[in-house]
């Protein structure tokens, strides 16, 4: 097998491919999307860091200064969304947006939290140990961290069952040259989530509540520090960042954690292994298998030169395999302690929604452990399409 994104072989098991990347070509142009695939975790980590590469290049240059296409202008709604949130801008943008929001996502705001996430996880669990089980994903997973952060942005609930699609249709924009198709649901979607979170806005600027969107709304009413496009984007990328990875990590978690027996008991027998086992979880089977960044300036990277105006493609699932960082890396330890594993990121776009996924991700995995001590595996899962965003359509489990 070789490097193949669109293939479900690959999907499925990309670790065999990665490890000989690693091996054979750790740095190494991709003919057919055009990127300069890199598979080491020094070097991934070096370029998540390095100033020299961007999230985007549109602060520096135009699509022709960099020998790109223009955006075909049925693109509009969505680039005009997409661009408007901080992961796709650079600073002075960046820093300006991130500051705005960052506050309600610190490690101490986010731990206040906890009472109410768990108290949603616990909910969600009794009901589902109550049915005897079920797909775990879509009665679980999904559930608890779009509740989270539809709650905090101040969704009303009747509306959050769209909240769901619209980041599914978005985020296919994101995966390896998306068909035409997916690229029309993708900007019919954030046309519709931007017209919705527009008079949302409105409401709230008019109406406020203790909610993000209101504070945003009036930090927007204010001035010069907000426009209305870039409040939109805020709000469609905290939406959609903040379920989009923790659903998969669920999801993928349990299965890796099925697909080794020994571990799953190890972490029934002692609760205690929680934290370890979750950064592990994504560590063995990352939910976001790739991040691109474009070359600013000319770069070299492991003696191979990159010039400006390329796109480097950032394989996360294989630098979290890299067996210079992790002893035995193929093995899933849920006890692991030295685990620099980079599924969150690094650099300045460094997952703002970090010890909040954590939080979630503790107290779902923990009230299965304890409400559901011998949950088991129903059918073998298959996984979605995605390869960017990794993901199983379905884990049917019995309780
Ligand atoms: C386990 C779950 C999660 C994973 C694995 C994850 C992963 C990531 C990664 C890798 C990035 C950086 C992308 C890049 O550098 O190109 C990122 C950025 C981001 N994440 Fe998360 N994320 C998770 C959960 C969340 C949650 C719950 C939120 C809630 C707010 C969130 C909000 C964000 C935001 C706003 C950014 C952009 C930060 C910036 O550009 O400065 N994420 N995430």
Redo the contacts with the bound molecule.
């Keep these: 097998m070789h490097f193949d994104p669109w293939s479900p072989e690959f999907v499925a098991h990309p670790y065999d491919v990665y490890a000989e990347l690693r091996r054979e070509r750790p740095v190494g142009f991709y003919e057919p999307t055009g990127q300069w695939l890199v598979a080491r975790h020094a070097d991934v980590n070096t370029l998540?860091r390095d100033r020299r590469l961007g999230?985007s290049y549109l602060h520096v240059a135009t699509h022709a200064e960099f020998g790109r296409p223009d955006d075909p202008e049925f693109q509009d709604p969505f680039w005009r969304v997409v661009r408007a949130g901080?992961?796709d801008v650079e600073p002075p943008v960046?820093t300006r947006l991130?500051r705005l929001v960052s506050k309600a996502?610190t490690p101490r705001m986010v731990e206040a939290l906890r009472p109410k996430v768990a108290r949603i996880a616990g909910e969600l669990v009794d009901a589902f140990v109550e049915r005897g089980g079920g797909n775990l994903i879509a009665e679980v997973a999904e559930p608890l961290?779009v509740t989270v952060?539809a709650e905090m942005l101040g969704v009303p609930e009747a509306d959050r069952h769209l909240l769901r699609p619209w980041s599914a249709d978005i985020c296919g924009m994101y995966e390896l040259n998306p068909s035409v198709e997916a690229q029309h649901t993708a900007v019919r979607a954030a046309q519709e989530f931007s017209d919705y979170l527009v008079g949302l806005a409105r409401a709230r600027r008019a109406d406020p509540g203790d909610d993000l969107i209101s504070a945003l709304a009036l930090v927007a009413d204010e001035g010069d520090t907000l426009s209305e496009e870039e409040l939109v984007g805020t709000c469609v990328?905290?939406l959609n960042?903040?379920h989009e990875?923790?659903v998969n990590?669920t999801g993928n978690g349990w299965w890796s954690l099925f697909r080794n027996p020994a571990e799953l008991e190890r972490l029934r027998a002692d609760h205690g292994l929680l934290p370890t086992a979750i950064e592990e979880l994504?560590r063995w089977d990352t939910?976001?298998q790739m991040?691109e960044r474009w070359v600013l300036e000319d770069i070299s990277v492991g003696g191979v030169d990159i010039p400006r105006g390329s796109e480097v493609a950032l394989l996360f699932g294989s630098a979290n395999r890299d067996p210079e960082v992790f002893a035995d890396p193929d093995r899933l330890d849920v006890g692991r302690t030295d685990n620099p594993h980079i599924?969150?990121?690094a650099g300045?776009?460094?997952?703002?929604?970090?010890p909040?996924?954590r939080i979630?991700?503790a107290e779902s995995f923990g009230a299965l452990l304890r409400r559901a001590p011998k949950m088991e595996l129903v059918t073998e899962p298959s996984w979605g399409p995605g390869y960017i965003i990794r993901g199983l359509r379905a884990l049917e489990v019995r309780i």
């Excluded at 300045?348 to 970090?354: D, K, M, S, T």
């Design positions: 998540l999230r901080m992961l960046h991130r996502f961290p952060i990328l905290l960042a903040g990875a923790t990590v994504m939910p976001l991040f599924s969150f990121g300045i776009h460094f997952c703002l929604g970090a909040l996924a979630e991700l």
